[in-house]
T-cell receptor, first 121, second 111 residues
Framework: EPEVTQTPSHQVTQMGQEVILRCVPI?????FYWYRQILGQKVEFLVS????????KSEIFDDQFSVERPDGSNFTLKIRSTKLEDSAMYFC???????????????????FGPGTRLLVL | LAKTTQPISMDSYEGQEVNITCSHN???????ITWYQQFPSQGPRFIIQ???TKVTNEVASLFIPADRKSSTLSLPRVSLSDTAVYYC????????????FGKGTSLLVTP
C-alpha cells in the first residue's frame, strides 16, 4: 500500500538554526499538507499546497515557515530560525485531487506520514 | 466547520465491541464524517468516512442516523493494539483544506 514517508524521523537543532523537514507524498496525490503536534496537545494544521502554491495556511504558519516542492517527489517544510516553541512532531499528509461534478477540485482523504520529531534546544 | 464532541476517554477489555459516539449538531449538508486513529508518536491514520446510514470496512463500521447530528464508530472485538486516540472530524471536502482535529477519544484496551 502506498504511503507518505518523512525524513528525518528525529531532528535536534539549536535555537535560531534553520531546519528543513522532508516528505515524499503518495505518488498520484496532488494536495500536500503540513501539520504539527506539540507534545500532549492537538494535531494542528499548518499549511496546504496545491498546484505549486499555498492553498491555505493557519496563523501558526508565519514568515518563519516556508514550503516547497523542489522536484516531482519531495515536499519540504523549512523553519528559518527555530524557536524553542517549535519543538513538536511535524506530520506531512497528502491527498488526491479529483474533478468534482461542478468543475471544482475535490480534495480527497488525507493520508499522513509517520512524522518528524523536532527538538529545539 | 461543524463542532464535534466526543468522550475524552474510554476503557475496554480485549475482545469486546467498542462504540465511540461523536456529536455534531451543526453538521452542514455537504459535510462528511471522517474518523482517524492515532497511536503515540505516529501520524493520524484514516479509518473510515461516511455521509449517511452505515459504512463498513475491514477495520470498523460507522453508523450515522438520519438526522446526521451524531455518528458512532464501532470497533468489533478490540485487541490491545487498538489502544489509541480516535478523532471524529466533520467537514466538506470542497471547502477548506485543513483537518480540524479536536482532542479525540483516548481508548485504552486491557487484557
Amino acid at each position: 500500500e502506498p504511503e507518505v514517508t518523512q525524513t528525518p524521523s528525529h531532528q535536534v537543532t539549536q535555537m535560531g538554526q534553520e531546519v528543513i523537514l522532508r516528505c515524499v507524498p503518495i505518488s498520484n496525490h496532488l494536495y500536500f499538507y503540513w501539520y504539527r503536534q506539540i507534545l500532549g496537545q492537538k494535531v494542528e494544521f499548518l499549511v496546504s499546497f496545491y498546484n505549486n502554491e499555498i492553498s491555505e495556511k493557519s496563523e501558526i504558519f508565519d514568515d518563519q515557515f516556508s514550503v516547497e516542492r523542489p522536484d516531482g517527489s519531495n515536499f519540504t517544510l523549512k523553519i528559518r530560525s527555530t524557536k524553542l516553541e517549535d519543538s513538536a512532531m511535524y506530520f506531512c499528509a497528502s491527498s488526491e485531487a479529483l474533478q468534482g461534478t461542478s468543475g471544482s477540485v475535490v480534495r480527497e482523504t488525507q493520508y499522513f506520514g509517520p512524522g518528524t520529531r523536532l527538538l529545539v534546544l | 466547520l461543524a463542532k464535534t464532541t466526543q468522550p475524552i476517554s474510554m476503557d475496554s477489555y480485549e475482545g469486546q465491541e467498542v462504540n465511540i459516539t461523536c456529536s455534531h449538531n451543526n453538521i452542514a449538508t455537504n459535510d462528511y464524517i471522517t474518523w482517524y486513529q492515532q497511536f503515540p508518536s505516529q501520524g493520524p491514520r484514516f479509518i473510515i468516512q461516511g455521509y449517511k446510514t452505515k459504512v463498513t470496512n475491514e477495520v470498523a463500521s460507522l453508523f450515522i442516523p438520519a438526522d446526521r447530528k451524531s455518528s458512532t464508530l464501532s470497533l468489533p472485538r478490540v485487541s490491545l493494539s487498538d489502544t489509541a486516540v480516535y478523532y471524529c472530524l466533520v467537514g466538506d471536502n470542497n471547502s477548506g483544506y485543513a483537518l480540524n482535529f479536536g482532542k479525540g477519544t483516548s481508548l485504552l484496551v486491557t487484557p
